[in-house]
């Protein structure tokens, strides 16, 4: 049954309409389309698309895998339930993939390092649907799958969210008889413990990659891993995952637009909705412990169903699913560009994990009680992340939520790297996102404050440091540097030409949907990294120093649409784009930035194929030493679009004041940096 067959609530879902039984629907669909793509006895499903760098083999497992994660979590919660044969089906490709001398046979975990990742789908949905699959494999067949999930026991190298595939495989052997190693369960908690950082957010290995990692694997898998272990679970590590993960959800909620747009940042954003996983693991794991206390702090299961039924029904309606019924790589659509080098054409099924709230029975408050307002929809949001070091701005005229960013840029060592554009931008939205071109890669543009060389060409700000700004402001400093990537290079690193600069301090102050963004450049001291001085371990101390002059230049936001090209407007140091829709970028440059325009592009964005970004720069040489700004706007009404014109920035030396549009004002000081790049 469609979706649109479907008879929506508008009682208790006011929002969205939409009930249980669209997910149900929704999830069967997702199901039943890839069926066509699968070997005589189902064991690899070869989707169609560009194989990963581990093979078609390995892809053919996961196109497996990763839909039969969404058939347990669907069969689990109708109960067995299964008008479609789904138990059926996937018993049938179980039984030959583990089947050493079937020709359909999956890879070994020996074999393929991916197979790992895979191994944990396999495990929760045979969890999931112990009474159906399980109990009624044959000996030979569970023998076989013991045997296959088993090559994982006694592995090891993890260094970021895999020590859960290896704790999820374990836990289910632990379960059904089959070997386990307590020394990989305590070396893999103890290096998830490790890159816990605060308020419920962990880093994905320990490096600054915060991203939607966080929530569908550092939570969801140690919710799964509790599950699985049932009355075996250790009590006191289950409550610390129920409370962290309650306060990671505090944050979390506030990523989702008024439409359902989650913020569009990070890397394999093609698994698009399973970034709802920390939801409904949050939900379960309250579940988990009815004894467990739900203070004001929790996320009240009506936010959890708007926010789900809103992020569902928003990639649905916006061509998620292709027509054949797939789910192909991109965001909306197919995308190619979002594309990792790891991803297959089964891929975008780890959006199975949004689905895991369909575990919860019916009548469990996520599935009953009345749709409540998203953050964004009780009122403009200003909200300071701490961890990533993100201010989170949304508006509730235009229901965009906007993240700005100075503590977030991927960077696992100190020396100089490429901007990764999915980490390093200045600014994330749900209604704006990176431009993907190699192009823009190598020069990186939109949402970027960057000195422009004497060729024109834009520095990167990899790695950044989180210095002081007072409590008004977020800001962050690095050594500009430019480098040239290969034209195969794609978004990866190629240092051999880089050349350094000086420090290039930026800060934000934001109300509402206006930002003012703040630079200065100060030189790097002649002796910096010899000997004996503060900074004699800099790891670019041999990098060619790159003389200046410099300009500086103010990337915005860029906007997108796949109806038209958007609209430019230009003024004296005023630079807009505007789509169709109505949605609008503004620059205003401030005091030297006297130089505006608008780039426009093609086939480089996610959200459309046409797209427009507006700058403002300096049309002279910088002076070190002094402060610049620009004010920028993300807006969907027209009155907010305007209020770029109406803020006033004043500049005295190293102090900026700020006056906004309704009359309030914030001053900030943006000081030199120390010799470190911090203050």
């Known amino acids: 049954m469609r979706t649109d067959q479907i008879a929506e609530d508008r009682e208790g879902a006011p929002f969205t309409g939409w009930t249980r039984a669209h997910w149900e629907a929704t999830a069967d669909a997702l199901l039943l389309a890839p069926r066509r793509y699968a070997t005589a006895s189902n064991a690899l499903v070869h989707l169609p698309g560009p194989a990963s760098r581990s093979g078609r083999w390995s892809d053919g497992l996961e196109g497996f895998a990763r839909t039969f994660l969404l058939a347990g979590f669907r069969l689990a919660g109708a109960g067995g339930d299964d008008p479609h044969d789904l138990a059926g089906w996937y018993a049938r490709g179980i039984a030959a993939g583990v089947d050493p001398e079937s020709r359909e046979r999956w890879p070994r975990l020996t074999e393929r390092r991916q197979a790992h990742v895979e191994a944990a789908s396999v495990a929760i949905g045979l969890h999931e649907t112990r009474p159906w699959i399980w109990s009624r494999l044959s000996d030979r067949t569970r023998a076989q799958v013991v045997d296959w999930l088993g090559d994982i026991v006694g592995q090891g190298g993890y260094g970021n969210n895999w020590v859960w595939f290896q704790n999820i495989v374990e836990a289910f052997l632990r379960t059904v008889g089959g070997p386990w190693d307590p020394a990989d369960i305590e070396r893999n908690l103890a290096a998830h413990e490790s890159w816990y950082v605060a308020d419920g957010w962990y880093t994905d290995g320990g490096v600054r990659n915060f991203d939607y990692y966080v929530g569908w694997a550092m939570h969801f898998y140690p919710v799964w891993y509790s599950r699985i272990l049932a009355t075996d679970a250790d009590a006191g590590f289950a409550a610390t995952v129920r409370d962290r993960l309650r306060r990671y959800l505090q944050d979390a909620q506030y990523l989702v637009a008024a439409d359902g747009a989650p913020v569009l940042q990070g890397r394999s954003l093609t698994y698009r909705f399973a970034m709802l996983a920390p939801f409904w693991a949050g939900a379960v794991a309250d579940a988990q412990a009815p004894g467990a206390a739900v203070d004001a702090a929790t996320v009240p299961p009506g936010v959890t169903r708007r926010l789900a039924n809103g992020v569902l029904r928003y990639f649905l309606g916006h061509g998620a699913r292709d027509e054949r019924g797939l789910l192909p790589i991109g965001w909306h659509g197919a995308f190619p560009r979002i594309r990792q080098y790891y991803s297959g054409p089964g891929s975008p099924y780890w959006a199975s994990k949004g689905f895991a709230g369909l575990v919860l029975a019916p009548s469990h408050p996520v599935w009953t009680a009345e749709e409540r307002p998203l953050p964004v929809e009780s009122g403009d949001v200003h909200r300071v992340v701490e961890p990533p070091s993100w201010i989170v701005a949304a508006t509730r005229s235009d229901g965009i939520v906007r993240v700005l960013n100075h503590g977030t840029d991927h960077a696992a060592v100190p020396a100089a790297a490429a901007d990764l554009p999915f980490y390093a931008r200045h600014g994330y939205a749900t209604h704006a996102a990176p431009e993907l071109s190699h192009g823009d890669a190598q020069a990186p543009f939109d949402s970027h404050v960057a000195l422009l060389d004497a060729e024109g060409r834009p520095s990167h700000r990899t790695p950044l440091r989180r210095v002081d700004a007072g409590p008004d402001a977020l800001a962050s400093s690095g050594r500009a540097h430019w480098l040239e990537l290969s034209a195969a290079a794609g978004t990866t690193q190629d240092t051999e030409s880089m050349r350094v600069g000086p420090w290039l301090t930026t800060a934000t102050l934001v109300r509402g949907g206006v930002e003012v963004r703040l630079a200065r450049v100060d030189p790097v001291p002649p002796d910096f990294g010899r000997p004996g001085t503060a900074a004699a371990d800099d790891p670019d101390a041999h990098r060619l120093v790159d003389p200046g ?131």
């Open 549 to 679: 002059p410099w300009r500086l230049r103010f990337g915005g936001w860029a906007v997108a649409s796949d109806a038209a090209a958007p609209a430019h407007r230009l003024g004296d140091r005023h630079a807009a784009a505007t789509t169709e829709s109505g949605l609008t970028s503004v620059v205003v440059g401030c005091d030297g930035v006297d130089d505006a325009g608008v780039r426009a592009s093609a086939g480089s964005n996610p959200l459309g194929r046409w797209s427009a970004t507006p700058w403002a720069r300096t049309s002279a040489p910088i002076r070190t030493g002094t402060v610049y700004a620009a004010v920028v706007v993300l807006a969907g009404v027209p009155s907010a679009a305007d209020d770029a014109d109406r803020t006033a920035v004043r500049i005295a030396d190293a102090d900026a004041s700020v006056t906004w549009p309704d009359g309030t004002s914030v001053s900030v000081r943006l000081a030199a940096p120390d010799a470190a790049g911090s203050r």
